[in-house]
């Protein structure tokens, strides 16, 4: 069963040939068997999943019209809130925190009859590459388990490539959905800023966060995004545009589109990795795609801006973090100072202070136009960039990761760790909608992504060049441990 | 402070002025904005800084700046945003605050005041919104924080450093207070902290142009203390530079802000320059910016109410007040409203007006009550004018029927008036009459005045039936009488 | 853009109002001594007339109705807190003024 799309699982479940209970009792017990080994799940919503599971058999028993995702489990990345449910963002601060509400992602997903199956793990806060940072235990790759999954979506990303769950929810910040996509050989999609209510989110960096799926396949992406991608008025970034169907023709080719791929951005990259990519671009021209050499270098800068735009952000969003109203309040802690430094450092593991610390000196008196608003007009430049290149095509294709995923450990220097992110920060910075669809594999069997950008609100256009791809390319996503 | 040595320097005074806006709900939460209940009831997650919360602007909070905007003559933003301003502190619901500081809804403006009789003109460098802070109740070995209050809306008014006197603050905080209340912004119920003042203080010697080094006076939410605390610290300064004069002024006074006690009647320091705050303001990425169209502008001027300064013209060529009266009634706008309600049933503008700012605020001085407060409606103020000016009764009984309102301030005058005969002014002929003889008789020079034409000695022949009579005589039977004897 | 030191770690734990324990804050500094000297690369762009990107949304004036929404019950909100006392938040007596 679990080898079905999540497209597939509803079928079957709308045509009676599955109950919702027992779709969710297979995934539960498979969560059961591998989450540990995996460490994808932070909680497991088994209760909440059955008990949806047997509303949904009850209300399907009487005819009701069912939603678009009815009997399909979803995996919650646990920076977005179920109501009642524990949300602790991969940290020790919020071990005890009960969302107070539902994010509006996960209440448009019940809406649509999801069966909200677990919390997965993730980097603390969202901020990592790898979900090494996670304050609990680390989420491994279920191609190779001595590798990480990426991040800071590892959790989700695991589960999905595993089969846990055949849909999970990300969020991307600088590349926290394509990346792990990328590492654990599935497709993660970053919609275009505003596409996906931040509502019930836990803030990282408000102006680049965007919530988006994993799946298995483009067509479960685009199924998801129909449930997800809606106006919300409690998120002022919002964007309310009419529903669109991204089910609906989904190409099998690139016929008349135009490609941009940055060549001499790329002359860097690993040779072999370099070898790959372009015989991914090859495979485009042969669906029909022209390819259109285009100018990128001022990515250069994107990690530097990036860091400094996120971190500033940040810095203020984990400010509310400080053991007054909620969360884990320093039992050493006796005058109210206390509370603050001692709850914040015990709350928070390293790399979530080091990022508050460089946030809050980007910000600070004496180094704000240096540093922040410096980056805030390189930004500008790099949509500047997009914009003109987007004039001249419909998408531009890049790699996902300069590698594929490494071992536990293997990257100690911060900014090497920082740097992976260069393909993928940029899209952030400009909110535009990005994906990641398996592209093969590299000498150690690893699976490496492709990406597609695409102008904002241009979602389409991205999950279509996808779904061109995917079909053409068939590219296994089944890691062999957990057929 | 000797006036010598006072006169010799000059204050400069800045004020910023926080009105809590009477919306319905908060500034970025749709939470109820009121004050007075339980602990943390009129909360959401918003407000309480929960973690995936997010600010969404209230309309109507925006369209009260704007009409505080156009009160003050000044320009409306074409396009403001919104900043974050970090400090840590438990009643911040996020450790930050959302506020305007680069693009401020409401440009330069002008509002006139009257300063002992004097009309002057202050600037305001500009006014913007932001969400006010929860409150934190002090106990003896622990503190409790109330989010209630966290995030309701307010409109900070920040004056040029234009003001120079502690009467020129007070008269400044004053119009502005009126301003608000007038377009219906806010009821600046000052005991509830709806209004709040910021003083930034510094002097030089007269005639010096530069700016010296200025403290800053917070939370203050009292006019007097408002020039109670300014005047503390003008002579404060002034006595530290002529202690000091041998050092570089710089080195006298340090930049610091302090908060005034109302109990020890001083100031207390609260941070110097030194540990100034940084606030690493920021653009808020999870607000938009606000684009107001012409339209739009235009439509919130229309539905403008009247504005004191027009209320206070209006009384004076209109209604005849002085500009003194006037400028009591209008300064607030419930005293006015009040003062205009009783103009329904009286047309003595005047003495309706006295009535109302000096018998009536004599009589309750000293008891901490005011017409408001008791309750005693308008219109029995009207209506006691009214029975004065039909001289149903005489000035002095009008006086004992006003004590006997404020005794029972539901009760109508008229009906006080029906209920007691001591106050029916006597208006039997039979009994006043030998009276009036008898003041007549008593009286020939008075009686030879008013024939060669002054008008003064029949009032004095009137007024002397009136003490005969203890004040109980109609004084309308009273002048006839006279009349009718000095005719014949 | 200038190089980071220890003066402004000492500077940022305040402002930041995190602790930092003495095992872990030489590491601390070298990565922020490393991530700003990576940063600074960005003093080599040119953004003379550039205009800050404040916004990446497209969005304009969204404001909300002057309405009551739907509340955070008291229960709710108080239980995921640290101390409380009388429906509000407890914490030890604060001395010090808001900054």
């Known amino acids: ?483 | 402070m000797k006036k010598e040595l006072r006169e010799k320097w000059e204050a400069v005074i800045g004020l910023e002025i926080h009105a809590q806006l009477n919306t319905k709900s908060k500034m970025f939460s749709s939470a109820p904005n009121r004050f007075g209940d339980e602990p943390n009831t009129n909360i959401t997650e918003v407000c309480t800084g929960q973690p995936g919360a997010l600010p969404v602007v209230n309309k109507e909070a925006v369209k009260k700046a704007v009409a505080f905007g156009l009160a003050i003559g000044a320009k409306i933003s074409d396009f403001t945003t919104f900043d974050r301003k970090s400090y840590f502190y438990p009643d911040s619901p996020r450790n930050f605050q959302i506020t305007q500081f680069e693009n401020p809804i409401v440009g330069r403006g002008t509002v006139f005041a009257d300063v002992d009789g004097v009309k002057k003109e202050f600037i305001i460098e500009h006014a913007h919104l932001e969400d006010d802070a929860g409150m934190l109740k002090h106990f003896s070995n622990f503190a409790g924080v109330d989010y209630n209050r966290a995030g309701a809306p307010l409109i900070e008014i920040v004056s040029e450093p234009c003001i120079h006197s502690p009467q020129e603050a007070s008269a400044y905080a004053k119009a502005i207070k009126a301003i608000v209340q007038y377009i219906g912004a806010s009821d600046c119920n000052m005991e509830q902290g709806q209004l709040r003042f910021d003083a930034n203080i510094s002097v030089r010697p007269k005639g010096d142009t530069t700016l010296r080094n200025k403290t800053e006076i917070k939370n203050m939410n009292s006019f007097t203390f408002l020039e109670l605390a300014a005047e503390a610290e003008i002579e404060r300064q002034i006595l530290l530079y002529t202690e000091n004069h041998h050092k570089p002024h710089t080195d006298v006074i340090k930049q610091g802000t302090y908060r005034w006690d109302s109990e020890t009647k001083s100031i207390i320091l609260m941070r110097t320059k030194e540990s100034a705050a940084d606030y690493r303001y920021f653009p808020e990425p999870d607000l938009t910016p606000i684009v107001l169209s012409k339209e739009y502008i235009e439509k919130v001027r229309e539905e403008l109410p009247e504005l004191p300064a027009d209320r206070f013209d209006r009384y004076v060529s209109e209604l005849e007040l002085s500009a003194y009266a006037a400028s009591i009634l209008t300064l607030d706008k419930t005293l006015s409203d009040y003062f205009e309600e009783a103009l329904k049933y009286s047309s003595c503008t005047k003495t309706v007006c006295n009535w109302i700012t000096v018998e009536f605020a004599g009589k309750l001085k000293d008891t901490g009550n005011t017409l408001f407060s008791l309750g005693i409606p308008a219109k029995h103020i009207g209506k006691l004018v009214d029975l004065i000016d039909k001289k149903t009764i005489t000035g002095k009984i009008a006086k004992s029927v006003a004590d006997d309102m404020i005794k029972d301030p539901k009760r109508d005058p008229e009906e006080i008036v029906n209920s007691n005969p001591d106050y029916k002014p006597v208006a039997d002929t039979s009994t006043i009459e030998p009276l009036v003889d008898q003041v007549l008789s008593n009286n020939p020079t008075s009686i030879e005045d008013y024939k060669a034409g002054k008008k003064k000695a029949f009032a004095f022949l009137v007024g002397q039936v009136m003490k005969l009579t203890k004040g109980k005589a109609s004084p309308a039977v009273v002048n006839d009488l006279i009349n009718k004897k000095l005719d014949s | 853009m200038s190089e980071f030191n220890q003066e402004n770690l000492n500077s940022l734990k305040k402002l930041a109002r995190i602790k930092i324990p003495a095992d872990e804050e030489s590491e601390i500094l070298s990565h922020m001594e490393k991530i700003v000297g990576y940063v600074n690369l960005l003093s080599e762009v040119d953004t003379d007339n550039v205009q800050i990107a404040t916004h990446v949304s497209q969005n304009l004036n969204v404001l909300r109705e002057d309405n009551i929404g739907e509340l955070l019950p008291k229960e709710t909100f108080l239980a995921n807190a640290p101390d409380q006392i009388g429906g509000m938040i407890r914490t030890p007596p604060v001395l010090k003024e808001p900054e």
Not at chain 1, 73 to 78: S, T, V
Not at chain 1, 103 to 121: P, Y
Not at chain 1, 425 to 446: C, E, Q, R, T, Y
């Open chain 1, 1 to 483: 069963m679990h080898l079905l799309s999540a497209f597939e699982l509803r079928k079957r479940f709308e045509n009676g040939e599955l109950k919702a209970r027992e779709i969710a009792e297979h995934f539960l017990a498979r969560i059961d068997k591998h989450s540990k080994n995996l460490g994808s799940f932070l909680h497991v919503l088994d209760e909440r999943a059955l008990k949806k599971a047997d509303e949904l058999d009850l209300r399907k028993s009487k005819g009701e019209k069912l939603g678009l995702l009815a009997g399909i489990p979803i995996a919650i990345k646990d920076n977005m809130h179920i109501k009642g449910e524990i949300t602790t963002c991969g940290s020790k601060f919020l071990t005890n925190y009960r969302a107070p509400f539902d994010a509006s992602v996960c209440k448009f997903l019940e809406d649509q009859d999801a069966i909200l199956i677990g919390k997965t793990n993730l980097d603390e806060f969202a901020m990592g590459s790898s979900n090494e940072n996670s304050a609990f235990f680390p989420a491994k790759n279920p191609w190779n388990t001595e590798c990480v999954p990426g991040g800071s979506s590892g959790g989700s990303a695991a589960a999905v490539s595993a089969r846990l769950a055949p849909l999970a929810t990300g969020s991307d910040t600088g590349g926290s959905i394509r990346q792990p996509a990328s590492f654990c050989g599935i497709v993660g999609y970053k919609p275009t800023y505003g596409r996906v209510s931040r509502y019930g989110l836990v803030a990282f960096g408000s102006s680049l966060d965007q919530i988006g799926p994993f799946a298995t396949c483009v067509e479960d992406i685009a199924l998801i995004m129909e449930a997800i991608a809606r106006p919300c008025a409690h998120d002022s970034t919002s964007i309310s545009h009419p529903p669109e169907s991204f089910l609906e023709n989904l190409p099998t080719d690139l016929k008349g589109k135009r490609i941009g791929v940055p060549w001499k951005f790329l002359e860097e990259m690993d040779a072999k990795a370099l070898e790959a990519f372009k015989a991914n671009i090859e495979q485009l021209k042969a669906l029909g795609a022209e390819i259109v050499d285009v100018d990128l270098s001022i990515l250069k800068y994107s990690i530097a801006i990036y860091y400094i735009l996120a971190t500033a952000e940040a810095s203020t969003n984990l400010a509310r973090f400080d053991g007054i109203r909620y969360g884990v309040r320093s039992p050493n802690a006796k005058a109210l100072e206390d509370i603050y430094d001692f709850s914040r450092d015990e709350g928070f593991g390293k790399e979530v202070k080091k990022r508050i610390l460089l946030g809050t000196h980007v910000l600070s008196s004496g180094y704000k136009d240096a540093y922040y608003k410096k980056a805030q007009k390189v930004r500008t430049l790099i949509i500047e960039r997009y914009n003109s290149i987007f004039k001249e095509c419909d998408l531009i294709s890049m790699p996902v990761s300069p590698f594929a995923a490494f071992k536990f450990g293997a990257i100690t220097d911060p900014i090497q760790m920082y740097l992976q992110d260069i393909f993928t920060v940029s899209a952030n910075l400009a909110g535009l909608p990005a994906i990641s669809v398996p592209a093969g594999f590299d000498h150690n069997k690893m699976p490496v992504g492709l990406q597609f950008l695409a102008p904002q609100m241009k979602d389409k256009t991205v999950i279509d060049a996808a779904h061109a791809f995917e079909k053409s390319a068939k590219i296994p996503t089944m890691p062999e441990a957990f057929a």
